[in-house]
């Protein structure tokens, strides 16, 4: 059974953009982790909240370039938030004081049985909803 991942909006940011910190690779540790999923056959999910927030930054052409290292060799599966996910992260968001869309993520990543690739420090509060991993950490 292949691993499943749910991709936080960063990490696409940092493949994308080849971004770095001070210190680290972000981009390249983006990369790999793309790479090793791709070998591995594991399934990335991408919600359409998360194309959302892409949109933000980037246009639609850009969004659909991002995701197609994915998309075409058919290992992307896109989910649409439900009512009751977006319900869930409300409450969520004000019960443990963290940003709406880390809840909502948390909460899609465990309903596709994935767990979260992220370097956001919310989902250490998470971890009783989904399981997150930065990507380095699977290489």
Not at 66 to 90: D, G, K, P, T, Y
Not at 127 to 138: F, G, H, R, T
């Amino acid at each position: 059974m292949p691993e499943k991942y749910y991709v936080d909006t960063l990490i696409w940011r940092d493949y994308y953009e080849n971004r770095r910190d001070r210190f680290r690779p972000l981009g390249e540790w983006a990369f790999e982790f793309f790479k090793k999923a791709i070998c591995e056959e594991s399934l990335i999910f991408c919600s359409d909240f998360i194309e959302r927030e892409l949109l933000k930054d980037y246009d639609e052409e850009k969004v659909k370039d991002m995701l197609s290292i994915i998309e075409r060799i058919h290992l992307l599966r896109r989910v649409e938030v439900r009512a009751e996910q977006f319900n869930e992260a409300a409450g969520l968001c004000k019960e443990r004081r963290i940003p709406f869309g880390d809840a909502l993520h948390a909460i899609v990543a465990r309903d596709v049985g994935a767990t979260v690739i992220t370097r956001d420090h919310h989902f250490e509060e998470l971890q009783d909803i989904a399981l997150s991993k930065k990507p380095e950490d699977l290489l």
